[in-house]
T-cell receptor, first 111, second 114 residues
Framework: QKEVEQDPGPLSVPEGAIVSLNCTYS??????FMWYRQYSRKGPELLMY????GNKEDGRFTAQVDKSSKYISLFIRDSQPSDSATYLC???????????FGAGTRLFVKA | SAVISQKPSRDICQRGTSLTIQCQVD?????MFWYRQQPGQSLTLIAT?????????ESGFVIDKFPISRPNLTFSTLTVSNMSPEDSSIYLC???????????FGSGTRLTVV
């Protein structure tokens, strides 16, 4: 079993839809949770960074962590074609070192 | 956060040859990281490069295959040696993201070995 599981998709939604992206994990020691967005032929860019359980909102993006279920989510409201990318979840015990990445979910937002 | 310039952006190489990837950061950083991203797989850390010391390699990666240089606090190179088609992948360098957390990545080098 992988430490971090992420559905590879692809996920295709119409413009304006609410998108839900998810990851599950097995290591209960993870405390730092991240979401990265990766456009084609680009490196990943950090989208959201959260510590422990709870929600964090930034514009149209909301990150949610449920440590009891070992489950994290990224919600995108009012999705736009420019949101079309691969989204990687990532997590670590110590905030940086030994970060474990999910394989990524490819998202397509159709105009 | 730091800005990273990575080159080449892509290359097609013959098996048995070597390719050196360069990574330049616009600020001084203590640690630089090299990752591999294979199709459909998660980012895998190859090694951590500290200036002035030998790189630290992760399990499954060895210095003879992936020699790394770190001559100063803003630059690093990763060489993929004696390449085979299995080395075809995207290689990324990164640095810690500072106060924003996480990592900042270069744009990657897409390597195809034929």
């Amino acid at each position: 079993q992988k430490e971090v599981e992420q559905d590879p998709g692809p996920l295709s939604v119409p413009e304006g839809a609410i998108v839900s992206l998810n990851c599950t994990y097995s290591n209960s020691a993870f405390q730092y949770f991240m979401w990265y967005r990766q456009y084609s032929r680009k490196g990943p860019e950090l989208l959201m960074y959260t510590y422990s359980s709870g929600n964090k909102e930034d514009g149209r993006f909301t990150a949610q962590v449920d440590k009891s279920s070992k489950y994290i989510s990224l919600f995108i409201r009012d999705s736009q074609p420019s949101d079309s990318a691969t989204y990687l979840c990532a997590m670590s015990e110590t905030g940086g070192f030994k970060t474990i990445f999910g394989a990524g979910t490819r998202l397509f937002v159709k105009a | 956060s730091a800005v990273i310039s990575q080159k080449p952006s892509r290359d097609i190489c013959q098996r048995g040859t070597s390719l050196t990837i360069q990574c330049q950061v616009d600020s001084q950083v203590t640690m630089m990281f090299w990752y591999r991203q294979q199709p459909g797989q998660s980012l895998t850390l190859i090694a951590t490069a500290n200036q002035g010391s030998e790189a630290t390699y992760e399990s499954g990666f060895v210095i003879d295959k992936f020699p790394i240089s770190r001559p100063n606090l803003t630059f690093s190179t990763l060489t993929v040696s004696n390449m085979s088609p299995e080395d075809s992948s995207i290689y990324l360098c990164s640095v810690e993201g500072g106060w924003t957390g996480g990592y900042t990545f270069g744009s990657g080098t897409r390597l195809t070995v034929v």
